[in-house]
């Protein structure tokens, strides 16, 4: 079976495209979409790496990523993080919480592919 994907955004167009490439690579893609409950959903379905969207409903992207840095069982875990925003600071302050890799929209499918399987260590 293929590694285990958790994607965590809310935009349903860029879930399915996500869900779609990554699938057609060979892994596998859970989804989740609510910032509020994210870390429950990171705690229950034990991913390999997640992508992780910067704006999501009832909580940051930013929050979530340094409460998982904070937690032992998660603190090595591969996070990419997602977003519309290409800042400097943005950007600035997702490596200063301890992003694995982060990636703006729009990105392209090879794109996406490539770097789930370089933090897979593929």
């Not at 893609?29 to 992508?51: E, N, Y």
């Amino acid at each position: 079976m293929g590694k285990r994907v958790l994607l965590i955004e809310d935009e349903p167009n860029i879930i399915e495209a996500i869900r779609f490439v990554l699938s057609r690579a060979g892994y596998v893609v859970d989804t989740h979409s609510d910032g509020s409950t994210a870390l429950a959903a990171i705690r229950a379905k034990k991913p390999d790496m997640v992508i992780l969207d910067v704006m999501l409903p009832n909580r940051s992207g930013y929050d979530i990523l340094r409460d998982l840095r904070a937690e032992a069982a998660t603190v090595a875990l591969p996070v990419l993080m997602l977003t519309a925003r290409g800042q400097k600071k943005d950007r600035e302050m997702a490596e200063r919480y301890g992003a694995s890799r982060y990636m703006t929209k729009p990105f392209s499918n090879a794109e996406m592919i490539g770097t789930v399987t370089e933090l897979l260590g593929q």
